[in-house]
């Protein structure tokens, strides 16, 4: 999956958890922005790991506070 692909779904799993839609969103985006906390952020995550079958570490976790820092965590534990 490449780095737009991941951004696409990134979108729709954000507007499910804030249960509101959610567009054009750019890297650069604070995901506190978006209207999604602490929570929800945990279940964005848990979401793409289940659909790219993948698993974030949690100190990982930590320093993700933009949309580019959720797709930099995301592309690191994929596969090639």
């Known amino acids: 999956m490449d780095r737009f692909e991941l ?22 985006t604070s995901i506190g922005e ?17 659909e790219l079958k993948i698993q974030i570490p949690d100190e990982s976790l930590a320093g993700i506070l933009t949309v580019k820092d959720l797709l930099n ?3 690191s534990r994929q596969t090639v």
Do not use: H, P, W
């Not at 951004?7 to 650069?28: D, G, H, M, P, Y």
């Not at 602490?38 to 995550?45: A, D, F, H, N």
């Open 34 to 50: 978006l209207g999604i906390d602490s929570l929800g952020m945990l279940e964005v995550i848990g979401s793409l790991e289940r």
């Open 73 to 75: 965590a995301v592309l």
């Open 7 to 28: 951004l696409q779904l990134f979108q729709r799993t954000a507007s499910e958890i804030a249960e509101k839609e959610i567009r054009n969103v750019a890297e650069t």
